[in-house]
């Protein structure tokens, strides 16, 4: 893939820099990125905020996530590096931990119905979270829906900021894929949502007609990853609680069928995920923004990477972390962060420490942030 190209460029160790930034087990992996040595940094953070340098001595061409880069500038190159950079080092950081998998009984049971279900749908509606839009794809989607119509949305999109849902807005339309950006807490979108799904099925009662039968309402199907959050997009929708909405995944369990008006009737279904998930990286973005269920990763692990992610997005940084915890973050492994803040905290309990941070990330307290950025629609293939 192009990007691998791109990247397989920058995957030089530093030749001045010798503490990578990467999860603290694996000592031999390479690193795109690498920070000031363990002195250099803890003199810089006295004085002022550590500088992230990346390979080659490049500095760190962040720009923030206020900022809206997607005008074909060399800072929007950087910027796309960057995140590339980031999605590299992820996917090394992933490799030494213990590889997440999480399909429970109900999925397994529901996944064969739905897709039965998928059939008799006149539109569907594939919900993602819009944090991590490309980890909260099914591979299988595609194939299971063939050329159905299909409407997409990124609910969330009060996790995000102002330039990621730019973004991923302009990525989308560059593809002629419909996007509506949802809140199903707050409802936001969802009427956009409803009258979307009836103008593209609109030809479904022409037909009928035609064939002198009477119009029935439209049936539009509403799927996605777990938590992302089908059932509050509905009951935002319905002004009633018809389908069980928690903030865990798996609370929806069983295909369940609402009426909304004469015209228009959902499917609520539960969160469908891939039996086995390849992309492991994607796999610990699903545990930091919740989406997985926690029994199938470890806290401790999954906040320390957070920790390394973090460090590395300009909006939160390092300095953020440390000012957050008031506690020093030498040296730049995102485990031994974890380890502090348990001490400092917790009495040394790591998990509750790594749970704070995890909770933290998810109430927003280093503010909105994306952790995927579209990737460059002429290099990768759009899934
Ligand atoms: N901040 C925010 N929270 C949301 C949004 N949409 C849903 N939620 C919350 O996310 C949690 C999960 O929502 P659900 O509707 O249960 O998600 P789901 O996709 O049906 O989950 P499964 O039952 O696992 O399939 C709930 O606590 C919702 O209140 C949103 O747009 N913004």
């Known amino acids: 893939m192009a990007v691998q190209v791109q990247l397989s460029s920058l995957w030089l160790p530093s030749p001045t ?26 003199s810089s953070l006295s004085s002022s905020a550590p500088i992230i340098q990346t390979v080659g001595g490049k500095q760190s061409s962040w720009h923030g996530g206020n900022s809206n880069n997607s005008n074909g500038s060399i800072e929007a190159y950087e910027e796309e590096c960057d995140w590339a950079d980031l999605d590299a080092d992820l996917y090394y950081w992933t490799k030494s931990l213990r590889p997440v998998q999480w399909y429970p009984g109900h999925i397994a049971k529901t996944e064969k119905e739905l897709k039965d ?93 035609s064939k ?25 929708l319905l002004k009633r609680r018809m389908c069980p909405a928690a903030p865990r995944p798996g609370v929806t369990r069983v295909l369940k ?29 699903l545990a930091i923004c919740d989406d997985i269920g926690e029994r199938s990763y470890d806290v401790a692990d999954v906040a320390a990477i957070l920790v390394q992610m973090l460090a590395r997005i300009p909006t939160v940084g390092i300095t953020a972390l440390q000012n957050r915890y008031k506690i020093d973050m030498d040296g730049t492994c995102g485990k031994t962060f974890v380890q502090k803040l348990a001490l400092h905290l917790f009495n040394g309990d790591t998990h509750q420490a790594a749970f704070r941070i995890l909770t933290d990330f998810r109430k927003g307290k280093f503010g909105w942030i994306s952790l995927e950025r579209p990737p460059r629609l002429s290099l990768t293939a759009v899934p």
């Open 117 to 209: 279900q998928l059939k008799l749908m006149d539109v569907v509606i594939e919900v993602r979270d819009a944090r991590i839009p490309l980890s909260t794809t099914h591979p299988l989607m595609d194939q299971w829906l063939g050329n159905r119509k299909r409407i997409l949305v990124l609910n969330r999109e009060d996790m995000i900021s102002m330039a990621d849902r730019n973004a991923w807005a302009t990525y989308f339309a560059k593809q002629g894929t419909k996007v509506i950006f949802s809140n199903g807490q707050l409802g936001m979108g969802t009427m956009k949502l409803s009258r979307l799904a009836k103008a593209l099925a609109s030809d479904v009662n022409v037909k009928r007609r």
């Open 212 to 236: 002198g039968l009477l119009p029935r309402a439209v049936r539009a199907g509403i799927v996605g990853y777990p938590n992302v959050g089908k059932s509050s997009l509905i009951n935002r």
């Open 257 to 285: 069928w609402v009426r909304f008006g004469k015209d228009l009737e959902f499917l609520d279904s539960p969160g469908i995920i891939p039996m086995r998930i390849s992309d492991q990286a994607a796999a610990i973005k």
């Open 17 to 42: 820099v010798t503490v990578p930034f990467v999860h603290c087990k694996s000592k031999t992996k390479p690193s795109t990125t690498s920070l000031a040595s363990s002195a250099s940094l803890s």
